[in-house]
């Protein structure tokens, strides 16, 4: 069935756990994550980010559609939530579609003018229902992005700001930045969970781990038992799609169109890592 975000993520943190949020760009991504959060018996958030908004031509009642579709069909709880979101106007457009929340994203701002930003959309939020996530500090690494240093100084989360900032802006969720980075293809990142225990003892919201797919598993573990509660995985989806399709493609298929032939194993692939992920939650 299709539940709310701010449930799963406070049934998680009750219960000391983490929750998964897998992004969707396909609908075979949607049909994936549900698939393998059946396999695990665990519930998921489906997430579609706005860049997937704009390569979807900026028709967001499509994809959300699609998704929302999915996630009512399954035997496991999934909740849609709107990803990395710069932009008012799409911010605005979250409600009609299913979506009960939001991650606002204004990290690139200056301090000040993330929390009055973020103040705003908070209020227009908590108006109707919707469950906010909002980012301090600069997790870096998203597309059209130039790669950043997660070690440099003024990236990571301040606990004394976070508390600041949260408390100012009223969210419901704080992504902080931790060691992680978006977009990588290797599990090397290596998170600071001194900090991430400082962050939970500093704000009274759940944590966000952002660029999970570059987290080692036991990272995550550990993360995960110092305190943060929303995993966002996108990357290790990319990674297990377009293997899938390479591999099948240049394995003695030179003649197929079929996109299903492909699509399948990409699908077959992407469930696979959400299982996984999920697995390592649950342990
Ligand atoms: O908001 C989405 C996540 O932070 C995904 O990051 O693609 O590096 O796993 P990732
Ligand atoms: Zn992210």
């Known amino acids: 069935p299709l539940v709310s975000t701010g449930e799963l993520v406070t049934k998680a943190r009750a219960k000391g756990r983490g929750i998964a949020a897998f992004n969707v760009i396909t609908l075979e991504h949607a049909e994936a994550i549900a698939l393998g959060a059946e396999r695990a ?33 399954s035997s496991v709880p999934l909740s849609l939530h709107l990803d990395h979101v710069e932009s008012v106007e799409l911010l ?4 009609p579609e299913g979506f009960s929340s ?18 705003e959309a908070v209020r227009w939020a908590h108006e109707r229902d919707i469950w906010i996530e909002a980012e301090l500090g600069k997790v870096g690494g998203k597309e059209g992005e130039p790669p950043l240093d997660a070690h440099a100084p003024g990236v990571r989360t301040d606990p004394a700001e976070a508390a600041a900032y949260v408390r100012d802006t009223g969210v419901d969720a704080l992504a902080v930045a931790v060691g ?3 977009a ?36 995550i573990r550990r993360a995960v038992a ?3 509660v929303k995993i966002n995985v996108g990357t290790a989806l990319s990674t297990a799609f377009t293997g899938a399709v390479r591999g099948y493609l240049e394995a003695a298929h030179p003649t197929v169109v079929d996109p299903r032939k492909y699509l ?18 649950r342990a």
């Open 41 to 73: 018996g665990s519930p998921a958030i489906l997430q579609i980010s706005e860049n997937a908004v704009k390569f979807h031509g900026g028709r967001l009642s499509a994809v959300a559609a699609a998704a929302a579709a999915v996630a009512r069909a």
């Open 102 to 119: 939001v991650m606002f994203d204004a990290s690139k701002l200056s301090y000040a003018d993330n929390v009055k930003a973020t103040a």
């Open 92 to 95: 605005r457009a979250a409600h």
């Open 180 to 182: 992680s980075s978006h």
């Open 184 to 219: 990588m293809t290797e599990r090397t990142a290596v998170l600071d969970h001194t900090l991430i225990a400082a962050l939970r003892d500093a704000v009274p919201v759940p944590l966000v781990l952002h660029g999970s797919s570059g987290v080692p598993d036991e990272e």
């Open 264 to 281: 399948a194993p990409a699908r077959e692939a992407m469930a696979g890592t959400v299982e996984r992920f999920l697995g390592v939650l």
């Open 226 to 228: 110092s305190g943060m």
